[in-house]
């Protein structure tokens, strides 16, 4: 290797080499193993790069690894001559007859020092640029059948390289979180949308279950997802029911979600108990302000009582007795409202009163037209009577009656009264003057009484002599017809006498 002009000496890998082909420097196109330029002759797969030991300056072509030198330099080996065509060798002991294999190695023979190829740079043959441009036609001929093989293996692999492309930018990592589960989970997905990925896990929403974002909003890769679910509440709020849904875990965080105060409120359950996918029932009454007036004096309290009562209560105002208020008790208070509250004191009195006789008139024929006789004198009756006297915060209030009792039952009077006519006159008395008579004695008065009650009437009979006469009852009930009558019979009997005073006004 110290001629400066071009290969001086080669040396063989293997000494082996077949005879019947002859060496020629130039058909080594590769690195060794495999490649488009081996596929002609399958010994020069076998053939290792080292098997030219040195060719000096020039650029490397496309041939292979280290193909043949495009540009030899200044200075560069003897041109080869073309080689003949040669059959290709029978299969050597031990190669596999396909290129890559592995196997006993061709040789080449020593080529001895200034033979043929130690020539000149160009020759009459061609020399060495001949032999490149026969070696690059070969290539060119070989590449589209090799492109065509290669293809559909190239179309494949940018097949499968666009779709994992495709695939690593459809899958999202994102997290899920749905009321129930120990936690959020992370999740690898294809879905585009919230409601996708909901489908895609199983996981049914209904009108009153609240998702965060929204079905249908897109997803990222990223993102929250976040599910909970609508629960029934039966809320009777400050005595009104109604029926709503909540996506609050406690009665704490429903009520509030509903702008409902817990605080001062009475609630029928712990306000820290979980509320389950079936719901709850819950009363609550929230803390109002109540004025209560009472005893003279005004209490405002904060209380959440389910009645006024209640709230009295809370005001440290009791009711007794007949105590009232402005409002009923049982009623629900309302913020802001005011309470009076009224002392009540009741008394009861009881008055007796009589109770008035009726009378009875009956007809009588054995009396005189005109008289009546009292066979029976009424009686008064007694009637009781209860009434309620009510003081009302020290102010006395008109009684009211309460209960009435007859204590003793009237007796009704019973009058007779006469039906018959009167004789016209008597015989021996009918020429005095009774009038005159009449107005001596009683004032001319029928039912005229003395002083002591003994005698009535217009002659003043007294009862046991007008009863002997045929009278009934008192002379002063009876007409003045028959007064006068029975005082006629009475002068026949006994002349004027019965009239000590008055009886010579008979005569004038």
């Not at 060495?128 to 494949?156: G, M, N």
């Not at 402005?326 to 802001?336: I, N, T, Y």
């Not at 007064?483 to 002068?491: G, M, P």
Request: aromatic share 6%; net charge neutral; charged share 25%.
């Amino acid at each position: 290797m110290s001629h400066p002009q071009g290969i001086q000496q080669y040396e063989y890998a293997y000494p082996s080499a077949p005879p019947h082909r002859p060496w020629n420097p130039w058909e080594y196109r590769g690195q060794g193993y495999g490649g488009p330029d081996h596929e002609r002759d399958p010994y020069d797969t076998y053939r290792p790069s080292y098997e030219l030991r040195y060719e000096p300056y020039g650029a490397y072509g496309d041939h292979g690894t280290y193909g043949a030198y495009e540009d030899p330099g200044v200075y560069g080996p003897p041109e080869a001559p073309p080689l003949p065509e040669t059959p290709e060798p029978p299969e050597h002991p031990g190669h596999s007859g396909h290129p890559g294999a592995f196997g006993p190695a061709p040789w080449l023979p020593r080529q001895p020092t200034g033979g043929p190829a130690d020539g000149p740079a160009d020759g009459a043959g061609g020399g060495r640029a001949a032999a490149r441009r026969a070696a690059r036609q070969r290539k060119a001929a070989q590449r589209p059948e090799a492109l065509r093989r290669l293809l559909p293996q190239a179309l494949v692999v940018a097949f499968l390289a666009g779709g994992t492309s495709a695939f690593v930018v459809d899958d999202k990592a994102v997290s899920l979180s749905v009321e129930g589960e120990d936690g959020p989970r992370t999740l690898h997905t294809f879905a585009d949308d919230v409601s996708e990925l909901l489908a895609d896990e199983g996981v049914s929403v209904g009108a009153h279950d609240a998702v965060s974002p929204a079905p249908g909003e897109p997803l990222s890769h990223g993102d929250s997802v976040t599910v909970r679910y609508g629960r029934p509440l039966t809320l009777t709020l400050d005595g009104r029911p109604r029926r709503v849904w909540t996506t609050a875990a406690t009665v704490e965080a429903a009520l509030r979600g509903l702008g409902v105060r817990p605080e001062g409120a009475r609630v029928s359950v712990p306000r820290d108990r979980r509320i389950g996918r079936d719901g709850l029932a819950l009363t609550v009454w929230t803390e109002r302000s109540v004025t209560v007036l009472a005893d003279g004096r005004e209490h405002t309290v904060r209380t959440s009582a389910a009645t006024v009562r209640g709230a009295l209560a809370d005001a440290g105002v009791e009711l007794r007795g007949a105590d009232r208020a402005s409002v009923d008790p049982d009623s629900v208070p309302r913020e802001g409202q005011t309470v009076t509250v009224l002392r009540i004191t009741e008394t009861e009195r009881v008055r007796d009163e009589p109770v008035p006789y009726t009378t009875e008139r009956r007809e009588d024929p054995a009396l005189f037209r005109g008289t009546e006789v009292v066979e029976q004198t009424g009686l008064p009756g007694l009637r009781r009577l209860t009434y309620e006297v009510r003081t009302v915060n020290g102010v006395r209030q008109r009684p009211r009656l309460t209960g009435t009792v007859v204590v003793r039952a009237p007796r009704p009077q019973v009058v007779r009264v006469g039906t018959a006519e009167p004789p016209s006159s008597v015989r021996g008395a009918d020429g005095l003057d009774w009038e005159a008579l009449a107005r001596c004695e009683s004032g001319g008065r029928p039912d005229a009484v003395d002083p002591g009650g003994t005698h009535g009437g217009l002659y003043q009979f007294d009862t046991r002599t007008w009863r002997a006469l045929g009278g009934k009852g008192r002379p002063q009930d009876a007409p003045p017809a028959e007064q006068t009558y029975r005082a006629k019979k009475l002068y026949v009997q006994k002349g004027a006498s019965p009239w000590p005073v008055c009886g010579r006004k008979l005569h004038r």
